[in-house]
């Protein structure tokens, strides 16, 4: 399915007016539409497969960093998955309609405050094609309809998969223009989109620390800022060896390119013995590079000078940052210069500073003895996220369903009027 319009804002009024009817559907037509468009992606699966390579050719002509295209990659497994996480957004409990308070008050006029959709969802990202049917599936289920800028990078594989899910959505008597893109009109689109104030009612921006200040700061449409992650480890004098060196592998090598993935590991000083040789040696095992200060590179072999660069360095590759630090208040005082407020945790078996840290530090997901890997909307049993939110306004951390609904109070009255 393909839309006639032929400007970006024409599109973006399409959707306008789709929102209107998907914010009426029912809870079973939302969820059915979306196991249709499951199936759809499932269907399509070789065509969506021979769309990304040619994505990915072009990318590693182009010399498309390693991370990049790993994000872009979709295999047929990678397709099938997406297709399960759309059929995990189905079977969620519908947001619309929930009653968040309710009164009456004394002149007998009931009042109900409830969930409503926002209307129109944007988002700008790149490079990300499991974005665009996240994003979709997600503000479908929530009764939004959606506008994408998935950038060039990944324009086919996108185009592959819009085109199937809104197949779908007309197969089943659901308006097809409650999915739009503007990637064919390229920066002018993503220009549009960030200046389409009363047709976007919000725009979620998700990528590089660049793309995401840059819709930030030139948005008319209300946004919500999903962060870098500059993520970082403690590990303290109590930390269990076989914890600390699996959790920091796994933070950073189960999937080095996402945002949820170690940058920097801070070591107590009176850990630091014990605990950086064998952590460095795993990791190095791994194929990582780090990135060490001077006490780490004395106590470990192979390790990389680290410059001031690094502690703020979001590296998404198999690098990584290691610094030991004196006690708990400089590796916090660290993560408050250093951190983008994404993730962090702690390794210890100190009850007390564990809840410290639970308590000090100020970002969205803030854990003890756990990986980062789990800051994540499929994790956080969500089915998919719209994005991590950074910020502490409407939203933060992984961001699900009930993050893209906004509320509306109902009035019942009986022929009262104020005095």
């Not at 308590?359 to 994540?376: K, L, W």
Request: aromatic share 2%.
């Amino acid at each position: 399915m393909t839309t006639t319009a032929t400007t970006a804002r024409e599109r973006m009024l399409l959707a306008k007016d789709a929102a209107r009817t998907i914010g009426l559907l029912g809870d079973t037509e939302k969820s059915d539409a979306l196991r249709a468009i499951a199936d759809a992606i499932e269907q399509a699966a070789p065509q969506i497969v021979a769309a990304n390579a040619e994505d990915l050719e072009r990318g590693r002509a182009g010399g498309m960093a390693e991370g990049l295209q790993d994000r872009l990659r979709l295999d047929a497994d990678r397709v099938s998955a997406l297709a399960a996480a759309v059929r995990d957004i189905a079977a969620l409990p519908d947001p619309i309609g929930r009653v968040l308070d309710e009164r009456t008050l004394a002149n007998g006029v009931s009042l109900t405050k409830v969930a409503v959709p926002f209307g129109v969802v944007g988002s700008i990202y790149e490079a990300r094609p499991n974005v665009t049917v996240d994003i979709t599936a997600l503000a479908l289920r929530s009764g939004n309809a959606v506008v994408l800028r998935g950038g060039s990078a990944a324009e086919r594989t996108n185009a592959a998969l819009i085109q199937a899910m809104r197949g779908a959505l007309a197969d089943r008597g659901i308006d097809p223009e409650a999915i739009q893109t503007v990637d064919e009109f390229g920066r002018e689109g993503a220009r549009e989109l960030m200046q389409a104030r009363g047709l976007i009612d919000v725009l979620v921006p998700r990528g590089s620390a660049q793309l995401i200040e840059t819709v930030v700061t030139e948005s008319s449409v209300p946004v919500i800022e999903t962060g870098a992650g500059v993520v970082h480890i403690v590990l303290d004098e109590s930390a269990r060896l076989e914890w600390a060196r699996d959790i920091v592998v796994n933070a950073k090598v189960q999937r080095p390119s996402v945002c949820n993935s170690v940058e920097t590991v801070l070591v107590l000083r009176d850990a630091a013995p014990r605990l950086v040789p064998p952590v460095v040696d795993a990791l190095r095992a791994q194929g990582v590079t780090v990135h060490g200060d001077e006490t780490v590179a004395a106590l470990a072999d192979g390790v990389t000078a680290a410059t001031e660069d690094d502690w703020s360095t979001e590296y998404l590759s198999l690098d990584i940052s290691m610094r030991v630090v004196d006690d708990l208040d400089e590796a916090l005082e660290h993560i408050r210069r250093y951190s983008t407020h994404h993730t962090e945790s702690i390794i210890t078996d100190d009850e007390a500073n564990a809840e410290r840290f639970l308590a000090e530090v100020d970002s969205a997901v803030v854990m003890a003895n756990a990986s980062t890997r789990f800051t994540d909307g499929g994790e956080f049993g969500f089915g998919a996220e719209v994005g991590i939110s950074t910020q502490k306004l409407h939203a933060r951390g992984p961001m699900g369903l009930t993050e893209l609904t906004s509320t509306k109070w109902l009035a019942r009255g009986g022929g009262q009027v104020r005095v």
